[in-house]
């Protein structure tokens, strides 16, 4: 293997650690500000019942964790028994399987989790659960962010390298990490807006406002921000939509961009 290609793994086996770092770095900043503990204010009836156990991000954000560290130990198990196998000629794969694992994985339990929830019990199941500073697992925001950054780096690396753009399965295991980490990336700013409160945002029409409400905002600035129903009331919201459509752009552009170069080219 050539001195570059060498190089370019190790740069997209490293991003995982430097979007970590990223995203300790923005929660580091963020404690200097009061984080709210309670409930926002609600027209809405209380709801007494209890947050879902998987309502806690730190839980789902741990389990899914656990889950991508499955195909980690089998790429140690391979090298360790067959010292034949190259552990660079791995090492970009299992970086988007492990990756990518943690993404379907937090997806489906995020899903799982708040599905159906509405109203206040919705509010109180992602504010008042208590959140770890553990960097990557304490913000579903700054988890957000991380995530394009990852696919960025792995997508721009193997299109830079013509000893990748020639592996079919490789291209393919790209897709997939791709259209994964998208659909993860729109479901963490859906649970980041959520943890807002009711006041950030104003939905059209009567009844308590649910989790699907929140994903359908998500998506519509997921692809690319538009003409939308729902209004966005204050700053911190506005915000928010910010980082969430410059991370859209990020993907809806030079990702597919990249990806479409590769088909072609590949």
């Known amino acids: 293997m050539k001195t570059t290609d060498r190089v370019a793994l190790a740069v997209a086996a490293l991003a995982p650690f430097a979007a970590f770092a990223l995203g300790a770095a923005s929660r580091q900043r963020g404690r200097q500000r009061p984080q709210p503990r309670t409930v926002p204010p609600s027209p809405e009836p209380e709801d007494p019942r209890a947050p879902r156990w998987l309502a806690s991000p730190s839980r789902r954000n741990w389990l899914a964790t656990f889950a991508s560290m499955l195909p980690l130990a089998a790429f140690i198990w391979v090298i360790v028994s067959d010292p034949a ?156 939509v910010t980082i969430h459509a410059t991370t859209a752009f990020a993907f809806n552009t030079i990702i597919i961009a990249m990806i479409v170069s590769l088909l072609v080219t590949g």
């Not at 109180?124 to 960025?152: E, H, W």
């Not at 753009?165 to 479901?187: E, K, P």
């Open 85 to 240: 196998q190259r552990a660079e000629e791995w090492s970009l794969p299992v970086v988007m399987v492990f990756w990518g694992t943690f993404a379907l994985v937090h997806s489906g339990l995020t899903v799982a989790a708040l599905w159906g929830l509405e109203g206040a019990r919705l509010h109180r199941s992602i504010v008042l659960v208590k959140r770890r500073d553990f960097g990557m697992t304490s913000s579903a925001r700054a988890l957000a962010v991380q995530t394009p950054l990852v696919v960025l780096v792995i997508v721009a690396v193997i299109v830079l390298t013509p000893a990748f753009r020639g592996d079919r399965y490789l291209v393919a295991l790209t897709l997939a990490f791709v259209v994964i980490a998208w659909i993860n990336t729109a479901l963490l700013f859906a649970e980041n807006y959520i943890a807002q409160g009711s006041r950030g945002l104003a939905f059209p029409g009567e009844g308590r406002i649910g989790f699907a409400d929140y994903v359908y905002f998500s998506l519509a600035v997921q692809m690319t921000f538009g003409t939308s129903d729902v209004s966005i009331t204050d700053r911190a919201t506005r915000r928010n």
